[in-house]
């Protein structure tokens, strides 16, 4: 962790994807004779019976294809807010970045604060259009004026590669710490995980994942804000208290005060900087959750609770890494050869057990493992809406399938993407994955982000510039990673990088924005001057929401 | 229904709103773009900045006060603008959507 260069990232999302590098290889033997934990595994199955007992309710008010994928629109503004948190505060940022402030201090808050500046972005260039424009998924807004055929295939092909690798890394990050938190074997772990997230998705739809997501994200705000507070109990409210303490505990000392990881390089960090914010512009099941609300007005509404909530949740895993320096770090319980057990990122966990004991620590397990069932259910049903919606009724059916076909396809679709995100979780374990969020994240800001904004703000967009430069976007990010750092030396074992930086968005994204613009501009069709007739309708649209799908009947 | 997006598109009111409503845009995100940027390059060219404690009796640097600063701008600037658009913008929009249907009885 004190290797310069702006690694930070890669291990707030990752190193809870790969605890066993993390942890410095600590791990297998710790996992391998972890007691089942009964309080845990207790509570976690009354969240899987609730969970269950919704998908039940929400399948029998699944009935229209807009009950499916956006659930009737009939999800209100707050409700929205909290899913949209939920969607952001997967496992990764609770159990990584209170890890990350855990051993590194300062360097968390700065992952936290990426996290969060993407969000008013969202706000004002995105929301309210994208609920006017569009129905079930982000292609629908893109493809308003352009090419159905070609500018669908694309976005659903972005959509894919993002729910992919995100899945991926989900999958090897659920079955490691499921194997620690609760004794059970990783690929048992990976297969409940796989399960559940199918019948969730593919019975309940919008409406059960929604509410699955609601729900694990109030009890992950309430178990974060209860640790948070016996925390701040424990040094008498006091942040002078807690931050000299933590100086005193921590090796670093006064380091663990000031940004440490990322002064070695400042185009790696500049092009984190873009993939976290426009990355996050871009995640194709976040975008989706705007078509459940009713109206613009809710969207809009939705991202100021949603954006307030998570930038509460990360104060709250500041304090909890602060106060496991403190409070976990000088406990023999909780370290192995002078290292966390189980790696850094069972920070918070152990701090649940330090500071409040073992029901507490059974509480916080359970709502980990619910926290990754929901975010893997939220990708599972965008990547289905993308091959069901976008793929097969506007692509291969050409808009004219019965909507009970488009739901069965997506359906299928849902069972599919489980088998292969089980498959695919296995295939990877032990393996080094971090990569794989950083790159869905870097596909994201590169062609979901540049053909979405572009479609809405620039007339001159064609179909021919988004799919040049959209496909540039995909294929200059897929190739700068695996030529970069971390899988041309780390997992490919290649001695030099072919190209020199760990993040390759800023790079891939500029490639995508620059083609596309240049290929638009040159576009002299009879189709491109059509299109470029018909933004006017589409900004009307996407501003008054006339003609805008309405909620259902809710 | 396309004749009245046009007249929507081309009416002076509509217009100026959309002037509004676009400043308004461009300015909260420039603010958070270039606070957000800023941020980082501090920390890549000068971190020491942000390593100064704030005082002679205290461990806390510059830093925090500036990270939580940047989180609760971030909040204030949705709030501003979901404030300005969901009261302002929204009634003004409707009340000329409204004329121009009427206009076209």
Not at chain 1, 72 to 97: C, E, H, K, P, R
Not at chain 1, 421 to 449: C, D
Request: hydrophobic share 55%; glycine share 10%.
């Amino acid at each position: 962790m004190s290797r310069a260069g702006p690694l930070f990232v890669t291990i707030a999302w990752a190193s809870w994807a790969d605890p066993v590098r993390a942890a410095g290889g600590g791990l297998p033997e710790v996992a391998a004779d972890a007691p089942l934990n009964l309080p845990a595994i207790g509570m976690f199955l009354v969240f899987v019976v609730a969970t269950l007992v919704i998908t039940w309710w929400a399948a029998n008010r699944t009935r229209t294809a807009s009950d499916y994928y956006a659930a009737g629109g009939g999800i209100s503004g707050g409700q929205n807010g909290l899913a949209i948190a939920g969607d952001f505060m997967s496992a990764a940022s609770f159990l990584g970045v209170s890890g990350l402030v855990y051993s590194s201090g300062y360097d968390g808050l700065i992952y936290s604060i990426g996290g969060l500046a993407g969000w008013p972005l969202v706000l004002f260039l995105l929301a309210e259009r994208l609920r006017n424009l569009g129905r079930y998924t982000f292609a629908d807004a893109v493809s308003y004026r352009l090419g159905i055929l070609p500018v669908r295939t694309l976005a659903a092909c972005g959509t894919l590669v993002v729910v992919l690798l995100y899945l991926i890394g989900q999958m090897v990050g659920a079955g490691t710490l499921i194997q620690v938190l609760f004794g059970l074997p990783y690929e048992a772990a990976v297969i409940l995980v796989g399960v559940l997230m199918v019948l969730y998705v593919s019975f309940g739809g919008m409406i059960a994942t929604t509410w699955v997501q609601i729900i694990k994200a109030a009890l992950l705000l309430f178990g974060s804000t209860v640790l948070a507070l016996v925390v701040m109990y424990r040094f008498g409210f006091s942040f002078e208290r807690m931050f000299s303490e933590a100086v005193a505990a921590h090796p670093k000392g006064m380091a663990v005060m000031a940004p440490g990881g990322l002064v070695s390089d400042p185009v790696s960090a500049l092009s984190l900087g873009v993939a976290l914010l426009f990355g996050t512009a871009g995640l194709p099941h976040v975008l989706m959750r705007f078509f459940t609300v009713p109206d613009a007005r809710a969207a809009r509404k939705s991202v100021f609770i949603a954006t307030g909530l998570i930038g509460y949740f990360y104060l709250l895993t500041v304090i909890m890494g602060f106060g496991a320096i403190v409070i976990v770090s000088q406990d023999a319980r909780f370290l192995v050869d002078g290292a966390l057990r189980g790696g850094n990122n069972m920070a918070a966990i152990h701090l649940a057990q330090a500071s409040a004991g073992d029901l507490f620590l059974g509480f916080i397990s359970a709502v980990a493992f619910a926290t990754i069932l929901a975010v893997v259910s939220g990708l599972t049903l965008s990547g289905a809406s993308a091959i069901s919606h976008d793929l097969y009724a506007s692509v291969i059916r050409r808009g004219d399938a019965p909507e009970g076909d488009v739901m069965r396809i997506s359906r299928v679709a849902s069972v599919v993407l489980g088998v292969l995100a089980v498959a695919l979780g296995m295939a990877f374990e032990g393996q080094n994955v971090a990569f794989m969020v950083l790159l869905a994240f870097a596909v994201a800001a590169s062609v979901n982000f540049p053909i979405l904004i572009l479609s809405m703000y620039w007339r001159r967009l064609t179909t021919r510039g988004a799919v040049v430069g959209g496909a540039t976007g995909l294929l200059s990010a897929v190739v700068l990673m695996v030529l970069g750092p971390t899988v041309w030396v780390e997992v490919l074992g290649n001695a030099e990088p072919v190209f020199p930086y760990r993040y390759p968005a800023l790079f891939s994204m500029l490639a995508a924005f620059a083609v596309t613009a240049v290929v638009s501009l040159t576009d002299r069709s009879a189709r491109a001057r059509a299109e470029m007739a018909a933004f006017e309708a589409q900004y009307v649209r996407a501003i008054t929401g006339m003609g805008a799908a309405a909620a259902a009947r809710h | 229904m396309n004749d009245l997006y046009q007249r929507i598109f081309a009416d002076p009111e509509f217009q100026a709103l959309q002037r509004r409503r676009s400043r308004l845009i461009w300015m909260l995100s420039t603010i958070m773009l270039v606070t957000y940027f800023g941020f980082i390059l501090v920390i890549a060219f000068a971190p020491e900045f942000f390593a100064a404690p704030l005082g002679a009796d205290t461990v806390i640097t510059r830093g925090i006060p500036i990270g939580v600063g940047i989180i609760l701008l971030g909040l204030a600037l949705t709030g501003i603008y979901v404030h300005r658009a969901n009261g302002e913008f929204d009634t003004t929009t409707a009340d000329i959507v409204q004329r121009l249907r009427d206009d076209s009885r």
